[in-house]
């Protein structure tokens, strides 16, 4: 990771992290030199520059990263000085790829990428938007003909390092000087600052209009106290990446003698003003590790520049800082007019006078702060106190939007990636799903065919670890026909995607080759079926022989009912898939009933001796696999001989209270116990001889919350009666024992279930129920009534899509 200086601290890194625009996704750092070896001073020789001097020597210009100050400094020296070359800091392989900063596909924020070939995880980024220096230096070299080199140790060396070299700790000569050092910290608290973000902005992003050289001779000078003050500053790896740096400033001087500008971290200039030997500086080099490594540009965004999202290598707001470098003119008008234009879209009632009034406030604040303009803290005030009229509701919409921002850069078409990546944005065009940075949610109807496409696509690359879209519950409902995603892309993906290059060069291959190597190494049953259901959905036709002899070998080995159980659910789903899908799903049908089978035949005996504490998991495997019964096709016969199982299950006295007053629920709920029935399993669960913590669990499983009961003993009369018959059955003596575990189940029912249930209950015996003598309560009939729940049916089909059977 390269360490870029000259910026305002991080939360939780590192200050050579904070300062530097390359992010390690593996962090690693390079051999720490000898303590002979370190330079003690940083005094500038003779035959080097600051800007705009007479002086022989190439111009040091040293920049706070992704500062538009520096920006607009260095565009204004190079414009002055007209150099033949320009070296940038960075890693040395982007030299070839430099030319692709001209092509008018490329659009900051973009960073260069570099990854081990052999491993691409260990990647790093070099992130660079419109107002980073670094990219107006490039982009003003490429428009005037100049010669553009990086300069930085080479990304070959930085990832091959072992991470442990170069952090500091155990460093002899580091913990002699104490602990690493923020430079633009030290330099404002000097200055008499708290905050170095804001001395920063005084005394550069906001400074009026002079001489453009002046801060670079400042910082030059303060940095060289600096460096000499505290050495390395803690990092002693920079000594390595700025020996590289010299002997590329060599190079170029030989070749385009002194007309060579330099634009790095503020923080390394006295160290490439030293008057050093090659000798001496490829001694620091030498032996250093090495990995093939593959570089590319790639987009990013302002949310990853921000330090808030998690990245050290970034500034806290990027929006803010390239509305100050791309304003032409009176920036604060102007972002006050973005600030309401923002709100208005949202429906904040915000008017001109509203901005003209934040803006004279800003301005006032500004003045009473001895500030040189409103900066950020001036107009986020304004825009909290008049625009938002006092609320941090609509001002955090401000900061995520503008403040933050969500801009995705591009990159050109001819940029160099890797096959799978040229093929994963071919779909993208095809399929016309555009990666934003800004989290959006897709509908896809799966009966047509571009939108099934894109649910294999999305689903293909989560299988790969591509995780662009997250599925979502939709709200148009649960039918197979339909999926609801959540869409972001981040930068970071990739590298999952040159990750995923290993298993092959289009998306649908590396996908199936993903998942025959996951069918393979699969130990539990459970992700075997899992396997299958991702398959299906993402349509990979190849992979599922595979993962079906997989699926039937672990199925036939594995014993645990439990294990079955849950594997039974992700098969059900998968049946329903192939309908909508087009996928052959005969061979998943007969392990589905197959497992079925098997778990009939072994429920009862795992349930039965079963510990209390064990039956809650039990419980929820039932659950699952009485949902899954009912959604396999053809399966008549098993559903029959479920119920017989759950029948045993009620009536079986050895069956934890949990299983049983759950086995009860479904039985009633599917219309396959009489009322007198449950009427009697809740007697005897609930009698004076049973255990009160089996009553309190029968109680749970049958009517608990857990179980939609709250809901169900509202609506359903007949359900609420059988409860209220038992109750009211209870002698007075066992009412004191039995009220804990009733409060216990009846607590955890939402607040307006519960109320809703005392109303009920007032009402007093009579009032309704089905063993009432009188009729039920209004709008409720003693049975349903057939003929009117069947004209449902036909706005049923329609609203489904199905037809009506003969």
Known sequence: MTSRAATTPSTATTPSTATDPSIVTNPSAVRTPSAATTPSTATTPPGTRSPRTSSGGPLLLGVRHHGPGSARGVRAVLEAERPAAVLIEGPAEADALVELAADPGMRPPVALLAHAVDDPGRAAFWPMAEFSPEWVAIRWALDRGAAVRFVDLPAAHTLAADPTWGDGEGDEEAAGEGVRIDPVAELAGAAGYEDAERWWEDVVELRGDGDPAAPFRALAEAMGALREAYGHGGHPRDLVREAHMRLRLRAARKEFGDSVAVVCGAWHVPALALRTTVAADRALLKGLPKVRTGTTWVPWTHRRLARRSGYGAGIDAPGWYAHLFTAPDRPVERWMTKVAGLLRAEDHPVSSAHVIEAVRLAEALAALRGRPRPGLDETTDAVRAVLCEGSDVPLALVRDRLVVGDVLGEVPDDAPAVPLQRDLTRRQRTLRLKPEAEERELALDLRKETDGDRSRLLHRLRLLGVHWGEPATGRTGTGTFRETWRLRWEPE??????????????????????????????????????????????????????????????????????????????????LRYGDVRGTGTAALGEVAAGLAERICVG??????????????????????????????????????????????????????????????????????????????????????GAPPPDAAAWIDGFAGAASGGGLLLVHDERLRGLVDAWLASVPAEAFTDVLPLLRRTFSAYEPGVRRTLGELAARGPGAGGPSASTPGAPGFAPAPDPERADAVLPLLHLVLGTEASA
Do not use: K, N, Q, Y
Not at 502 to 526: D, K, Q
Not at 665 to 678: K, T
């Open 493 to 574: 993906l990739h590298v999952r995607v040159a990750e995923a290059g290993v298993w092959g060069t289009t998306v649908e291959t590396a996908a199936t080759a993903r998942a025959e190597a996951r069918a393979r190494a699969a130990t539990a049953l459970a992700d075997v079926t899992a396997l299958a259901e991702d398959c299906l959905l993402a349509g990979l036709a190849d992979a599922l022989p595979v993962v079906m002899r997989a699926l039937a070998d672990r199925a036939a080995l594995d014993t645990d009912v439990t294990h079955l159980a849950r594997a039974l659910p992700a098969l059900a789903r998968s």
């Open 603 to 688: 429920l009862p005996p795992a349930c039965a001796g079963l510990a209390p504490d064990a039956a809650a998991p039990l419980r929820e495997r039932i659950d699952e696999v009485h949902r899954a019964l009912g959604l396999l096709p053809g399966a008549e016969g098993i559903r029959e001989r479920w119920t017989g199982v759950l029948h045993r299950i009620a009536a079986h006295d050895r069956v934890p209270g949990l299983l049983r007053g759950r086995a009860a629920r479904l039985l009633l709920d599917e219309g396959r116990l009489p009322e007198d029935g449950a009427a009697l399993l809740m007697g005897r669960a609930l009698s004076p």
